[in-house]
């Protein structure tokens, strides 16, 4: 039986759980222009302004998010309290609202670009990659959003919300290259669709279905297995605790 607790309430728009390597678990507020980091049962916040969405923490506990305000990848030093950004181009044409992030085992960060694809298939995902370099993955997207890596590093999932499915593909980490994606999961009703996703350890993918009032849970073949009861209607991402004292840590909109 699936049992949901709350850990921390009144948040202005929360996406993008991530773990360090500390225990501490790190969100941002979209509406609320900051960081959250929950530690010892306390909240604290960080304001960095903008519209903080997806978030990810590399093995160095420097905490990295999309910026959809500021059109950029931007990262947060907790030891010395600093925020710089990273990325605002690929090759001189701006981002366009970077929603989602996720590292690869080699430290290359793929990233989503929704803008305003909801209607028009103009949402992209890109790639900063560990030596610097950035380019586009895939283009013609209809809101692309969260996306995930297998675990062990060899697949690529990204949800394409507003067609309410899932795109897999090969993933290169050594020229990081998606190879071959194709729809793998489809009917996420909302609506609109899947948001952030998380992989457990024996391959299958846990979706916030955005509007559902649900996560999905999906088998290795992409196939709806369950839906998990929330107390909101709109999660927007997941993510496992390293410890496994929390299980599954979700953020909710509603």
Same mark, same amino acid.
């Given at each position: 039986?699936? *049992? @949901? ?24 507020? $979209? ?6 980091? $929950?530690?010892?049962?306390? &909240?604290? +916040?960080?304001?960095?302004?903008? !519209? ?12 990295? =998010? ?8 931007? !990262? ?10 990273? $990325?605002?181009?690929? %090759? /001189? ?12 085992? &080699? %430290?290359?960060? @793929? ?8 209607? *028009? ?32 590093? +060899? ?12 795109? +897999?593909?090969?993933?290169?980490? *050594?020229?990081?290259?998606? @190879? ?6 489809? %009917?996420?009703?909302?609506?609109? /669709? ?16 955005? /509007?559902?009032?649900? @996560? =999905? ?5 992409? +196939? ?15 993510? =496992?605790?390293?410890?496994?004292? $929390? /299980? ?7």
């Amino acid at each position: 039986m699936n *049992e @949901v607790s709350i850990l921390a309430e009144g948040l202005a728009f929360p996406e993008g759980p991530a773990f360090d390597s500390k225990g501490r678990l790190w969100a941002v507020e $979209l509406k609320g222009e900051a960081l959250v980091c $929950l530690e010892g049962g306390a &909240l604290r +916040r960080i304001p960095v302004g903008g !519209r903080p969405n997806g978030l990810a923490v590399d093995g160095q506990d420097l905490v990295y =998010f999309c910026d959809s305000g500021q059109n950029a990848i931007r !990262r947060y030093d907790s030891v010395n309290g600093t925020t710089e950004s990273l $990325l605002s181009d690929i %090759g /001189g044409t701006p981002l366009n609202m970077p929603n989602d992030l996720a590292f690869d085992p &080699l %430290g290359n960060l @793929v990233f989503t670009c929704p803008g305003q694809s909801r209607q *028009e298939p103009t949402g992209y995902s890109c790639v900063l990659t560990a030596s610097g370099e950035s380019k586009y993955l895939a283009t013609g997207l209809y809101f692309p959003n969260g996306l995930a890596f297998s675990p062990d590093g +060899r697949d690529l999932v990204v949800a394409e919300t507003y067609r309410q499915r899932i795109w +897999r593909g090969g993933w290169q980490a *050594e020229t990081a290259t998606w @190879v071959e994606p194709k729809v793998w999961a489809t %009917g996420l009703d909302g609506p609109p /669709g899947p948001d952030g996703m998380a992989f457990a350890e024996d391959g299958t993918l846990f979706v916030a279905v955005y /509007g559902s009032g649900s @996560v =999905f849970h999906l088998d290795p073949a992409g +196939r709806i297995m369950e839906r998990i009861a929330l107390p909101g209607a709109n999660p927007t991402n997941c993510a =496992f605790d390293p410890s496994g004292a $929390l /299980g599954l840590v979700v953020t909710e909109a509603e």
